[in-house]
């Protein structure tokens, strides 16, 4: 077969390629859409799959069910996605642990290529707390009156390996030399309930979960671990503005398909993200407890996902973070 030959194949297999995937975005979605949250409900990422399930389907014109399937650090929802059918209807919300898993667990039972980003759908700005009776007035002060103490020993609640709170915990320490110890816990509510118990001395949580407990008098802001100042509380200071800018994650909350499926259906699915975090719901919904809605195109938010692979991935190294 001659060069001509083989390349007028070629041009014909990618035009029949472009054609099917355009047929398949045409024909989608003709039943319900499933969007897998691998968490227990209530937490960040719930919240934000559920308000925008409800403007995503309205924009597609499509029932969007939302299916809780907790475990292994959102492991187990993350494989039930990544083994599911590449044809556009079961959907990841996921988080920095899509990420970093990897990275963290030999015995991943998926491969990071076997999903693929589609839309940002906002992220949550963490807040480093600790108990009320603390007398420092943000993490500055706290790191201050630690060394000043001579202190041998601060507790930091996580929501088991991988999870926010711990790349937070591994930051702290990295960055202001505290004697951080990690301590687990199955969830991050449980992880801030310890701390309102002063079972630990601090943790870092999303805002949606820290702020009215916050401002309830249960907990003290230390600082918030995203560059830009809170919304609903400008008042706490960024990590940066108090000398750690390399302290810096937040519970970012994105969609992921299985890889595969095609470009033409998940662009579609992108650009109905991006239209239901405009709509005054979802907003109405976010903006109180100060989650940034995401406006990022397809392209844009794979790149944000790699780029936070190889950053983290720095922090995970650093801190010889392992599984639990």
């Not at 227990?40 to 969007?64: S, T």
């Not at 509510?189 to 008098?217: C, F, H, N, R, Y």
């Not at 918030?224 to 810096?248: S, V």
């Not at 470009?263 to 719901?281: F, G, P, T």
């Amino acid at each position: 077969m001659n060069r001509k030959t083989l390349g007028v194949l070629a041009l014909s297999a990618m035009a029949s390629m472009s054609t099917s995937g355009a047929h398949a975005a045409d024909a989608w979605p003709s039943h319900p859409i499933t969007i897998v949250v691998p968490f227990a409900p209530g937490g960040a990422n719930d919240l934000v799959a559920r308000v925008f399930a409800k403007k995503i389907g309205e924009e597609l014109k499509a029932d969007v069910i939302v299916e809780n399937r907790p475990g292994a650090g959102a492991v187990v929802g993350s494989a039930h996605v990544a083994r599911s059918k590449p044809d556009g209807y079961t959907y990841l919300v996921a988080s920095n642990g899509t990420v970093t898993n990897s990275l963290i667990r030999s015995d991943q039972p998926y491969k990071d290529e076997e999903l693929t980003p589609v839309a940002m759908m906002g992220v949550a700005p963490s807040i480093i707390v600790t108990p009320p009776s603390n007398s420092a007035k943000d993490l500055k002060e706290f790191v201050e009156n630690a060394k000043k103490a001579g202190t041998t020993r601060i507790t930091f609640s996580t929501a088991g390996s991988g999870s926010t709170p711990d790349f937070v915990g591994a930051m702290v320490k990295q960055e202001t030399g505290l004697p951080i110890e990690k301590i687990p816990y199955k969830s991050g509510a449980e992880g801030v309930t310890a701390v309102i118990g002063a079972q630990t001395d601090m943790t870092s949580e999303a805002s949606i979960v820290t702020l009215p407990l916050i401002k309830a008098g249960k907990l003290k802001a230390l600082a918030t671990t995203w560059p830009e100042k809170l919304a609903a509380a400008p008042e706490i200071k960024t990590t940066a503005e108090l000398g750690y800018p390399n302290i810096r994650i937040g519970h970012w909350e994105g969609l992921y398909a299985r890889a595969g499926t095609p470009a033409a259906i998940l662009d579609k699915m992108n650009a109905a993200v991006r239209e239901a975090a405009k709509s005054k719901e979802v907003l109405d919904t976010l903006n109180p407890s100060s989650i940034m809605p995401g406006t990022q195109t397809r392209a844009e938010f794979i790149k944000f996902t790699q780029d936070e692979h190889v950053r983290l991935g720095k922090v995970v190294q650093q801190g010889h973070m392992q599984a639990d």
